[in-house]
Every structure is written in C-alpha cells, then in structure tokens.
C-alpha cells in the first residue's frame, strides 16, 4: 500500500506569507492531487499532477517524481485560505484515492 | 456549475439497522465513488462504480456494504447491519472518466451517526 506522509501536521500563518505543504508517498503513482477540505466538510480538488508544476491564482503545485514528493504553495495567504489541505494519490493500477492525513492551516489577519 | 449532491446531510441509526445514503453525481460521469472519514482520521477508499459493476474495493467494503445505481441518477451506499465504528462522513464522488489523471468531484458528504 502507499503511505502517504504530509507535513506539517498543523500550520499557522500570518496574512500575507508564502506557505508550503509538503507530501511525499512510497510507491510509484500515476497521478496526484491536492484537495482542500473546509471546516464544514466539503473536499475541493485543487490540483491533479503527473508531473511538473501546476498554478491557480496564488496556489502553485509541483512534483518530483523521481523523489516522491510533492508541494503545494499558497503566495500572499489570506484568512480564507485557512482549511485543512490534503495530498492523495493515485496508484498505477486503480482509480482509488490513497490520501495524506492533511494539513491544517490557519492564516491569521 | 454542475455538483454532486448527497442526502440526507446527517443520518443518526441505532446499531444494527440498516441505512441507506445516497448520492446524485454530476450528470455526464460514468465513474462513482464512496469514500469514509471516521473523526479525526484520514479519508479512506470505499469502493469505485462503473457500468453498474464495483471496478475497486477496499478492505473496509466488506459484505455489510453495497452500492447500487438504482435509477440512472442515483448512487447509493447501503450498510446492512451498522455497527458504532461505521460511524463517519461518507464522501460520494465521480469523475467523467476511470482513469488516473482525471478529476474527482465530490459531494458535500452525510454525517452517520450509529448509536
């Protein structure tokens, strides 16, 4: 199975900062995506990468195939953007999700 | 912009009953999806859905579980005999395709709560 680890766990920022997560997984994959989960539940797909760099406004997604790891970065964070922000991937033989456990930030005014 | 919808939000059953959770997909996709998150906990795979047949399951889809697209629009997840681990948001999503690089849409999620 594909562990998937993020980091960190918990982050806290001010309005304004650069942001990284992190995501790095065990088996080789097809496909990865960053997903945002608001606190009431909802899950957002950001980004679906297979490699390379991705971007979407101020949300700029990269990965390295070759090390198994991926980033999500947020340019001049808002309170808004505070949300737990989850990595999953998708194994070479199945459609399933594998996910991280997510990354909770909260950007403060 | 077209969504997935689920019902009802929140399901509260006593143990051992058997619950039905459904879900409405986004009209054009042929792939369906459910998904689990106990509280606290990551979000799990369920079980994948195309030309009424189960594609993938997980460990957790055991025989207590099954899904059926009853109607054409309808997706639902049915639990035979809950127990209080069952207890979790159950995620529904689809996707227009199977494959890998294609992009899940997920509903909004139903609370169960077994007691």
């Known amino acids: 199975k594909n562990e998937v680890e993020q980091s960190p766990q918990n982050l806290t920022a001010q309005e304004g900062e650069f942001i990284t997560i992190n995501c790095s997984y065990s088996v080789g994959i097809s496909a990865l995506h960053w997903l945002q989960q608001h606190p009431g539940g909802g899950i957002v797909s950001l980004f679906m990468?297979?490699?390379g760099k991705k971007k979407h406004g101020r949300l700029i997604a990269t990965i390295n195939i070759q090390e198994k790891h991926s980033s999500l970065h947020i340019t001049a964070s808002h309170p808004r953007d505070s949300a737990v922000y989850i990595c999953?991937?998708?194994?070479?033989?199945?459609?399933?999700?594998?996910f991280g456990k997510g990354t909770s930030l909260l950007v403060t005014p | 912009e077209p969504e997935v919808t689920q019902t009802p939000s929140h399901q509260v059953t006593q143990m051992g009953q058997e619950v039905i959770l459904r879900c409405v997909p986004i009209s054009n996709h042929l792939y369906f999806y459910w998904y689990r998150q106990i509280l606290g906990q990551k979000v799990e795979f369920l079980v994948s859905f195309y030309n009424n047949e189960i594609s993938e399951k997980s460990e957790i889809f055991d025989d207590q579980f099954s899904v059926e697209r009853p109607d054409g629009s309808n997706f639902t997840l049915k639990i035979r005999s809950t127990k209080l681990e069952d207890s979790a948001m159950y995620f529904c999503?689809?996707?227009?395709?199977?494959?890998?690089?294609?992009?899940?849409?997920f509903g909004p999620g139903t609370r169960l709560t077994v007691l």
């Open positions: 999953a991937v998708n194994s070479n033989s199945g459609y399933a999700l594998n």
């Open positions: 999503a689809s996707s227009v395709s199977g494959g890998s690089t294609d992009t899940q849409y």
């Open positions: 990468l297979s490699s």
